[in-house]
């Protein structure tokens, strides 16, 4: 079987832009609707020579009620499944409960991680991008999913651990 990575975080960070972005179509729904991509979506994907399974999660709704449980819940069975993990933050927010919650459980997990701060367009977010060194899981990989920026060194990054 082809080795498995799942990309997480929080709704609206940009997963399913980078997962467009990685498999080169616009197949993952992007969400500007709340709870519009499903759960746990899966794509076969190359990147580098490499063939791999693309988990791309999602599906639960924004700003209800326990939502940073159910994003952990989410994130904690995809990551199971996976090789290895792309954690995608949103530079421009910042680092939040519900992201530190999603730290905890990838440390447990023992999965290694590239650590995706998206949303970085422009020189001007590359230091929101480096204060995400805080999560404490690495380098920091400055993207822009939309823009196509900063992607390639951070997918040549995620699929060295696979
Ligand atoms: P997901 O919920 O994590 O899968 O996030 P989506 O991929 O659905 O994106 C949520 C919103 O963020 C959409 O409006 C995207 O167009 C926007 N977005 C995604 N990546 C970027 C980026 O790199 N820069 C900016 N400015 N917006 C982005
Ligand atoms: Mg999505």
Redesign the pocket.
């Known amino acids: 079987p082809l080795p498995v990575l799942a990309v997480v ?1 929080r ?7 980078l997962v467009n972005r990685i498999i080169g179509r616009r197949e993952a729904v ?3 609707v709340p709870g519009v ?1 499903r759960d746990r979506v899966s794509y076969p994907a190359t990147w580098a020579g490499r063939d791999f399974t693309l988990v791309d999660t ?1 599906g639960w709704e924004k700003n209800v009620e326990g939502m940073a449980a159910r994003v952990a819940e989410q994130a904690e069975i995809a990551v199971e499944l996976a090789d290895a993990v792309v954690f ?1 933050v949103d530079a421009t927010v910042g680092a939040t409960a519900t992201d530190e919650q999603v730290v905890r459980l990838l440390r447990r997990s023992k999965r290694p991680v590239v650590l995706v701060a ?2 970085v ?1 422009g020189p001007r977010q590359e230091a929101d991008a480096t204060e995400l060194w805080s999560l404490g899981l690495g380098e920091p990989y400055p ?5 196509g920026r900063g992607t390639g060194d951070a997918l040549d990054a995620a699929v060295k651990l696979l």
Do not use: F, I, M, R
Request: glycine share 14%; proline share 5%.
């Open positions: 975080g709704p609206n960070v940009g997963k399913s832009t992007v969400e500007d991509t999602g995608v998206n949303k367009d993207v822009s999913a939309l823009h």
